[in-house]
């Protein structure tokens, strides 16, 4: 199974780290089966492949995580992503449509600031033409990013410190 979060980690086999790992194998299958359904799910509904590339880059590129952007910035081009959705992942929101305008906004608040969501922030999709099984994609997509980043970043540390 290819597994993003250990190759974005680096786990040199036979080590303490990659040893605690294989302990905890299901715990990363599931992450990479997560991976697959919040980037590439069967039905993407009004989220294309690419928009949820570009989204997942965005977050990776907020949180500073230079190997997580670069994962995603393959996977928007696998996904053939449109100049409008490549645009979602360089922080500009210059020109974009209101519905863009308005996942952009909530996926940055969300992924950099969630304290301080509100229902009417959901309220403001709704507004903008988002549907409510679109309001529940997005909210997978950057609650998985932000684990994802989370987690390659404690293994890093870990890795580090062994």
Known sequence: MNDVVLELVGIEPGSPLAAAVAKRADIFELTQTTHDAAITPGDPGGLPYGM??????RIARLAENADI??????????????????????????GEDRRTRALIRHADLIACDPKSATGSDIGLLGEAGVSDPDIVRLSELVAFVTYQIRVVVGLKLMRAAS
Do not use: I, M, N
């Open 52 to 57: 949820r590339a570009a989204l997942a880059c």
């Open 69 to 94: 952007e670069r994962h995603f910035r393959a996977v928007l081009d696998r996904a053939g992503a449109s100049e409008a959705e490549r645009r979602v992942a360089e922080l500009d929101l210059s």
